[in-house]
């Protein structure tokens, strides 16, 4: 039995259908199950991360755990309660995703930071481990969508940084195969695309998709941080938002790595396929 949290979620459901594809039997935990697929041999179970009795009841009886919490403030908390669970529940392994740069410093970035207590408590745990952590997810791109529909230029808050932008499917089958072997046990996986991209060249090869120019307009970090506070995005989260985008901008995330290729036995997506895989999100209806 594979536990699957955010099974609702880009990465989370991805790996729910691959792993029931597998054949693997698998125990996919939500706060909201009727919005995951019925598919054989999953079993949808409701649980909350800050709800430690559904927590137990999720990991009752598993053997392996992919561990994937919303990112904001609560996330330390959450995967704490999590990896505490999964511990008392006898869980052999867990698969965590994290974040690229994760405990590393960057000029008072504090990009991953969230991240770090659930890691260490990974790494202090009965259960062995594997922690993915992936670059930008190419899917971040759907944010884009009412702009493009509407023929409007997408915001560039990064100026002309660049990162490993990745495919989330690429993050997901990574994950299924943590889950199913033993072969990445106690390893950091950085998980990224095959090229450098920035915002420019994400907009230009969902141009070449949908046959017309896509454009961009630079967004000064003080009228982003005030657009996503008027969102409703929690004034902590929106300040990290900010420090990522200001270390992505002066090429703090420019890194490129082969773990995704070492561990598929093939090179990770492109984002020009991603796009044209997604293009449908893009047209008007």
């Known amino acids: 039995m594979i536990v699957?949290?955010?099974?609702?979620?880009?990465?989370?459901?991805e790996v729910v259908r691959l792993l029931a594809g597998q054949g693997e039997r698998v125990r996919a935990m939500t706060r909201t199950p009727s919005k995951v697929e019925a598919l054989p041999g999953v079993e949808v179970v409701q649980g909350d991360f800050d709800d430690p009795g559904s927590l137990a009841a999720a990991a009752r009886g598993a053997d392996a755990m992919f561990?994937?919490?919303?990112?904001?403030?609560?996330?330390a908390r959450h995967d704490e309660a999590m990896v505490m669970a999964a511990q008392a529940a006898g869980v052999r392994?867990?698969?965590?995703v994290s974040a690229i740069g994760t405990g590393e410093e960057h000029g008072g970035a504090r990009v991953g930071d969230w991240h770090l207590a659930g890691e260490r408590a990974l790494r202090a745990g009965e259960?062995?481990?594997?922690?993915?952590?992936?670059?930008?997810?190419?899917?971040?791109?759907?944010?884009?969508?009412?702009?493009?529909?509407?023929?409007?230029?997408?915001?560039?808050?990064?100026g002309k940084?660049?990162?490993?932008?990745?495919?989330?499917?690429?993050?997901?089958?990574?994950a299924v195969t943590a889950l199913t072997s033993d072969e990445h046990v106690r390893t950091v996986l950085?998980?990224?695309?095959?090229?450098?991209?920035?915002?420019?060249?994400?907009?230009?090869?969902?141009?070449?998709?949908?046959?017309?120019?896509?454009?961009?307009?630079?967004?000064?970090?003080?009228?982003?941080?005030t657009q996503l506070i008027a969102a409703g995005v929690d004034p902590e989260f929106a300040d990290v938002a900010v420090d990522g985008s200001r270390l992505v901008a002066r090429d703090g995330n420019a890194r490129?790595?082969?773990?995704?290729?070492?561990?598929?036995?093939?090179?990770?997506?492109?984002?020009?396929?991603?796009?044209?895989?997604h293009s449908a999100a893009f047209v008007s209806g």
């Not at 699957?4 to 459901?13: D, E, H, K, L, R």
């Not at 940084?161 to 990574?174: H, K």
């Not at 490129?256 to 895989?277: C, M, N, Q, S, Y």
């Open 4 to 13: 699957v949290t955010g099974a609702t979620g880009t990465v989370g459901g």
């Open 256 to 277: 490129l790595t082969r773990d995704v290729e070492l561990v598929l036995g093939r090179g990770p997506r492109t984002f020009l396929t991603w796009a044209a895989d």
């Open 127 to 158: 259960p062995e481990w594997t922690i993915l952590r992936p670059s930008s997810f190419a899917s971040n791109a759907l944010r884009w969508a009412p702009q493009v529909r509407q023929g409007q230029p997408v915001p560039n808050t990064t």
């Open 93 to 96: 392994k867990v698969v965590k």
């Open 190 to 225: 950085t998980l990224t695309g095959p090229e450098l991209l920035g915002v420019r060249d994400m907009a230009k090869a969902l141009g070449e998709t949908l046959g017309r120019a896509v454009e961009t307009m630079d967004l000064p970090l003080e009228v982003y941080r």
């Open 67 to 75: 561990l994937l919490s919303a990112p904001g403030p609560w996330l």
């Open 161 to 174: 940084g660049r990162q490993g932008v990745v495919d989330p499917r690429d993050v997901a089958e990574v």
